[in-house]
């Protein structure tokens, strides 16, 4: 039953989100990094909140990113969605398979980049999950923080505060400085390297607000 559950969601889940993307106005900013990266031939592991998770998928579809996601009912639809927009996916979560998922994340990262909601799957919101640095350790491949917001939306009242922006809505996506873990950093270091991730972040979206042409409604 739940498998049919499933594909029912990501079979009618899909074309709306596609049809919903096409009608937003999107602006990038921070692509130089991206651009760097690629000449450098070097993956990159984006860092963003978990209530942003539409917004990513619009700006970094088709790309081969592989995403971690959990594997309860919600983690399967949303890995079923994401594979339709050019995603890999990992399965796990910080709170069940979590280190499963990031061993499977290590292999992959050597051909791919990689992407963290990193106060998923359950929060608490805006607090960063060591994952993402964790993993920069142990591959060498930059963090590449970013966050996105849109001139008008739909907020959700869950835990994360999911925004769905609506139809024509100008999105906005920053992406901030990539950094990279040193691989013989200790506990101590990666939770500085967690905290700046946060940082990051935040102005991450103190830049999106200021480039949005109106507040968020």
């Known amino acids: 039953m739940k498998r049919l559950q499933v594909w029912m969601i990501a079979a009618v889940a899909t074309p709306l989100l596609r049809l919903l993307i096409a009608t937003w106005r999107i602006r990038v900013e921070g692509d130089e990094a991206l651009a760097a990266l690629a000449a450098a031939r070097q993956h990159g592991i984006f860092a963003f909140w978990h209530g942003r998770i539409l917004q990513g998928i619009a700006c970094f579809r088709d790309r081969g990113i592989v ?31 979590g280190r499963k998922a990031l061993l499977q994340l290590v292999r992959d990262a050597r051909m791919h980049s990689t992407a963290f909601t990193v106060d998923g799957p359950r929060g608490p919101a805006r607090q960063a999950q060591p994952g993402a640095v964790w993993l920069s350790k142990a591959t060498g491949h930059p963090v590449v923080p970013f966050h996105a917001e849109a001139s008008s939306v739909w907020t959700l009242s869950s835990w994360d505060r999911t925004q769905i922006p609506k139809p024509f809505a100008t999105v906005v996506l920053v992406i901030g400085p990539p950094f990279q873990v040193p691989g013989d950093v200790d506990e101590e270091g990666l939770e500085r390297a967690r905290q700046r991730l946060e940082t990051s972040l935040a102005d991450c979206e103190a830049r999106c607000r200021a480039l949005l042409p109106s507040t968020p409604v």
């Open 67 to 97: 995403v971690i996601t959990s594997e309860n009912f919600d983690g399967e639809w949303i890995a079923r969605i994401i594979t339709r927009f050019g995603f890999g996916t990992a399965r796990g979560s910080s709170s069940r398979g």
